[in-house]
DNA sequence: AAGGTGAGCAACCGCCTAGTA
DNA sequence: GTACTAGGCGGTTGCTCACCT
């Protein structure tokens, strides 16, 4: 397939644009049209090839582009459609009036992105960190544990120094986080709320955002294929995502993943949602398999957890963990 | 006051896809 | 079916400016 040179010919203008450039498109524009962008800049007097004057049109002249700081309610609807269709920003833009997707795709990773980050949630798949998860606030106690064991001063052969003492009770802290999560609860629980708070340092984003606190309605995304219409609506109505603790429930019950679920995140993802959704796989598996033994999980989903602690195992990356959470310096005294 | 640094954002680049001859 | 064009998209770059040392 050939590919037309658009912007390589010789002597075409690049750069930021001027006022007396950007009079001259909006003139034209307004006068013709914009038509055939090749041929706009020759017919409109500019020196620019027609990708930079469209681009330029597009993201920055057109009249009903909507300037100035996004509102919380874009916010969230930008944060809800990235759930749901990944880096499509054009899809997203499509949904907020004004605003273009090089706008979108600017804010979500100078801002967004960071405010996902710091509450503890992977901006890319929408999932709770696993890397500095925030039960790790309860390390300070499980360092004074350890400098407790050497205060008891113990037989040297069988006395853990205090890394090591720190690590089994963080993974031991997380699976019991995560075995309470696997059970019943009612999601209003104080014990879920709690272990919760533990699991993210806050209540869930999701509940004091009010994310998806109230189905919205999706089929009108213009950008959006009818199968991610689809999904989106379905999704709604089967998951009403009205709290997520009850979503980390449903959620860690799949066997395929270890970690509670948000949202799907990627567009993968998203299709697998889509898959299990058209065959009421979720609802199903609910219905059918509504306690899985906690022994199966418990061996199924702490494996990953223990390989992602073993992959980052080095000294460095727990370093880092007790850095964060405690005042000592490193290596602890012994 | 001057230099360094990082954030924010406009613009560019390269690829993809749909449409057309 | 092939070649080509135009438009669109997402990722990346680089400039500007504010803040810090």
Redesign the pocket.
């Known amino acids: 397939?050939?590919?037309?040179p658009?912007?390589?010919e010789n002597g075409l203008?690049?750069?930021?644009?001027t006022q007396e450039e950007d009079e001259k498109l909006i003139d034209h524009i307004q006068k013709h049209g914009?038509?055939?962008?090749?041929?706009?800049p020759k017919q409109a007097g500019l020196n620019?090839?027609?990708?930079?004057c469209?681009?330029?049109w597009?993201?920055?002249l057109r009249p009903d582009i909507k300037?100035g700081n996004f509102t919380e309610e874009e916010e969230e609807t930008i944060i809800n459609l990235h759930s749901l269709?990944?880096?499509?920003?054009?899809?997203?833009?499509?949904n907020l009036p004004g605003r273009t997707?090089?706008?979108i795709?600017?804010?979500w990773?100078?801002?967004l992105r960071?405010k996902l980050l710091q509450m503890g949630i992977d901006p890319v798949t929408h999932r709770p960190r696993t890397d500095h998860l925030n039960v790790l606030a309860a390390l300070p106690q499980l360092i004074a544990a350890a400098n407790f064991n050497n205060l008891l001063n113990l037989n040297q052969n069988v006395q853990l120094d205090a890394s090591t003492l720190a690590k089994a009770q963080l993974l031991h802290n997380m699976i019991q986080v995560l075995s309470t999560n696997n059970n019943k609860i009612p999601s209003s629980s104080p014990l879920t709320m709690q272990t919760n708070n533990n699991l993210f340092g806050q209540s869930s984003y999701l509940e004091n955002q009010s994310l998806f606190g109230q189905p919205q309605n999706f089929s009108h995304i213009p950008?959006a294929n009818q199968d991610e219409k689809m999904m989106v609506e379905n999704q709604m109505i089967e998951q009403p995502l009205d709290s997520f603790s009850s979503l980390m429930q449903m959620d860690v019950q799949d066997d395929h993943n270890s970690l509670p679920l948000l949202v799907a995140a990627s567009p993968e993802e998203s299709n697998q949602s889509q898959m299990m959704i058209k065959n009421k796989d979720i609802v199903h598996r609910h219905d059918t398999n509504p306690s899985s033994s906690n022994s199966s999980f418990t061996q199924d989903h702490h494996q990953p957890w223990c390989d992602t602690i073993d992959d980052e195992a080095g000294d460095s990356y727990w370093k880092e963990i007790m850095e964060q959470t405690c005042s000592e310096p490193w290596p602890f005294p012994e």
Do not use: F, Q, V
Request: glycine share 12%.
């Open positions: 397939m050939g590919r037309s658009c912007c390589d203008k690049k750069g930021p644009w914009h038509g055939n962008w090749r041929a706009l620019r090839c027609g990708k930079s469209r681009l330029r597009t993201n920055y300037r269709l990944g880096n499509k920003w054009s899809s997203i833009a499509s997707d090089n706008e795709k600017n804010y990773n100078t801002h960071k950008g």
